[in-house]
């Protein structure tokens, strides 16, 4: 039999009658203590072999924890991801790696939508990495990426997710890279990198992948004013969306801007001639030309050999951006650097050292030599 007691609420006055009380039977309302130790099992961890098993039969779950341990920064799980990594170096590199840019208002994330569901469509499967800086302090705009992409998001050959760089582009780089290695590994064949704006954030992405291409609005004479020569001379492709409507007439205006523009640049790949085209992502319309032209750059390349130079160059540059990396986070973090560097800020800012000789002095405290 139950344990049942009677008990009133505190806020019921005293004269009241006993209609204030409420019975209380033990157990019913409980969780067990079986239910409560259950909550708080602790995950068994998972094997190097476990997590290559499962990456390699695409199973989404343990792909997105391997991902979790190539974005950690804790000594231990870098270890494990690198040996993950290279368990998986047999079966990566067989994907069309491509990045997209685009200027704000471009309409970069219902292009990425349109584009990544034609995709799927045709039988590839995609994965959607989204590249952001500054994703440490603002939470980055893959949340609403995957808001507006919510049809893509919901594909079974679709994988979208954040690469969060820790702040620094050097975290781009690592984090980015081997999240895409793991996709890649998991049998996605399209990459799609997308970057949160022109910047410094899109020599990086130009570092790492296939294919670039840049959104961009129409009403080219002034847009081509604000952008800059650099990035322009990083894309294979322009590409002036939301060309539909009364729009239309605009964006084949802007098509022949830009490529009256591009034809004096050299272009990003040799032996592919960069030029700009039309589309509308809203209705669809331009998505399957876009594509070919990507088809027709994997083709041209592949028979020059410059896509296979291309990619033995990115490994080499991942080289030095990860021991760049690495130097310049030893460096802020030795002991000796962090108790000068105040001091020596304020020497600086205050006119009274010069900077060669405060850089000096950091790196004599640096290594040892103060």
Request: glycine share 8%; proline share 4%; with cysteine.
């Amino acid at each position: 039999m139950n344990d049942e007691r009677t008990s009133r609420p505190e806020w019921v006055p005293r004269e009241h009658a006993d209609e204030f009380a409420t019975a209380y039977v033990k157990g019913s309302d409980e969780p067990s203590q079986t239910a409560a130790a259950k909550r708080w099992v602790k995950r068994k961890e998972r094997s190097v072999a476990e997590y290559v098993e499962g990456v390699l039969n695409n199973d989404r779950t343990i792909l997105a924890q391997a991902i979790t341990l190539v974005e950690s920064n804790a000594a231990k799980h870098m270890e494990m991801a690198q040996q993950i990594l290279n368990a998986l170096l047999p079966h990566i590199g067989k994907s069309i790696r491509i990045g997209i840019t685009g200027v704000p208002g471009a309409g970069k994330s219902t292009f990425i939508e349109a584009f990544g569901q034609f995709l799927c469509e045709k039988g590839h499967r995609v994965a959607v990495l989204a590249v952001d800086p500054s994703s440490s302090i603002t939470g980055g705009s893959i949340l609403g990426d995957k808001t507006r992409m919510e049809n893509l998001a919901r594909h079974p050959h679709a994988f979208i997710r954040p690469s969060p760089s820790g702040g620094t582009l050097g975290g781009v780089h690592r984090k980015t890279r081997e999240t895409m290695l793991l996709c890649e590994a998991a049998g996605y064949d399209i990459i799609l990198i997308e970057t949160v704006g022109v910047g410094q954030s899109e020599f990086v992405v130009r570092g790492m992948v296939d294919f670039f291409m840049l959104l961009a609005l129409t009403g080219a004479g002034d847009e081509l004013q604000g952008m800059k020569k650099g990035i322009m001379e990083l894309v294979d492709a322009v590409i002036i969306n939301k060309a539909d409507g009364d729009n239309k007439p605009k964006a084949l205006a802007a098509k022949e801007e830009y490529n009256q523009f591009l034809h004096y640049l050299r272009p990003a790949t040799p032996g592919w001639e960069t030029k700009a085209y039309t589309c509308s992502a809203l209705h669809g319309e331009g998505i399957a030309d876009i594509w070919r032209v990507i088809a027709t750059f994997v083709t041209v390349t592949k028979q020059s050999g410059v896509f296979e130079t291309r990619r033995r160059h990115q490994l080499k540059d991942w080289v030095y951006a990860m021991i760049k990396d690495y130097l310049e986070t030893s460096f802020f973090a030795n002991p000796r650097v962090k108790e000068k560097l105040p001091l020596i800020e304020n020497l600086v800012m205050s006119g009274t050292k010069a900077v060669t000789a405060a850089v000096q002095e950091l790196i004599a405290a640096y290594e040892g030599r103060d």
